[in-house]
């Protein structure tokens, strides 16, 4: 929330939302939605996310990462071989007990708020998918760097944790990068400090329907369909194949994300410029 506070000022636009919080010591991808691109937020929160994550053995914090307070200190006799056999056992659907130090509200009180203050409550394990986790670097005996693909609300700080306690020596998370977000990678981005000092940062801006080029491209081709659209009426195309779409106006202008189903054509969302 302070990038979208810096980029509320630069832009001068009220409408600024981004795609996925960081933790604190986090660093890399961040994808921020300006003016009426915020509507694409909603779809950027649900994918997938994608770290480089440094992952310290023989030690176990408060919070899980080496930012914390240290509560235990472990010798390390794990090699890298059963490192990476330990790490098949994280693939798939898991389930994550939240750190304390976290965001999530457990009646009505945010945890890290109830940890500052010397108090632990249960948190139910949550459901979550590991979609690819590999073991990259060797930096020392005991720190290693590890990547991960992971569905949206994957706690690595907390991977790393329980990769340590899977190991038997304890862990936690030393440093981490988002490497991508949203279907944005790092070559993608552009550092905080390079939009501050652009002459006009409007030109650094991505076209919103970029978000969807996953998706066919659809050009209406009558003032009534186009109408309908806009209006965010049911139009009838009976040719068009089942599926999403990336639906234009006449004069090329991206329109709305749509879905098209038994010869119909219906608004998921709008994205033109009232």
Not at 11 to 25: A, K
Not at 54 to 83: C, F, Y
Not at 106 to 116: C, Q, S, T, V
Not at 142 to 153: A, E, F, M, N, P
Request: a neutral charge.
């Amino acid at each position: 929330m302070d990038v979208c506070a810096k980029l509320r000022g630069i832009f001068h636009e009220r409408r600024v939302g981004h795609g996925g919080t960081l933790d604190p010591m986090a660093t890399g991808v961040l994808p921020v939605f300006i003016g009426r691109a915020t509507r694409a937020v909603e779809f950027a929160e649900k994918s997938d996310k994608e770290y480089a994550a440094e992952l310290k053995l023989g030690v176990i914090t408060n919070t899980q990462d080496i930012s914390g307070e240290v509560l235990e200190k472990r010798p390390v006799s794990v090699n890298r071989e059963e490192l990476e056999q330990v790490l098949e056992n994280f693939w798939g659907d898991i389930l994550q007990v939240p750190p304390m130090y976290s965001a999530i509200k457990i009646n009505g009180k945010k945890l890290y708020e109830l940890a500052r203050k010397g108090r632990e409550v249960e948190r139910p394990a949550r459901p979550v998918t590991i979609k690819s986790l590999e073991l990259v670097e060797q930096q020392a005996k005991d720190l290693y760097t590890i990547r991960v693909r992971c569905s949206k609300g994957t706690y690595i700080r907390t991977l790393c944790h329980d990769i340590g306690q899977a190991l038997g020596c304890g862990g936690c998370m030393a440093s981490l990068r988002r490497t991508m977000a949203a279907g944005f990678t790092l070559n993608d981005s552009v550092p905080l400090e390079q939009v501050q000092l652009a002459e006009d940062p409007n030109a650094l801006l991505l076209p919103v329907d970029c978000f969807f080029d996953d998706r066919p491209v659809f050009v209406l081709k009558s003032a009534e369909a186009e109408k309908k659209v806009r209006n965010g009426m049911t139009a009838v195309l009976p040719d068009l194949a089942p599926g999403e779409y990336r639906v234009y106006g006449r004069n090329g202008e991206f329109l709305a994300l749509c879905r098209a189903q038994g010869g119909r054509l219906s608004t998921i969302k709008s994205f033109f410029e009232v």
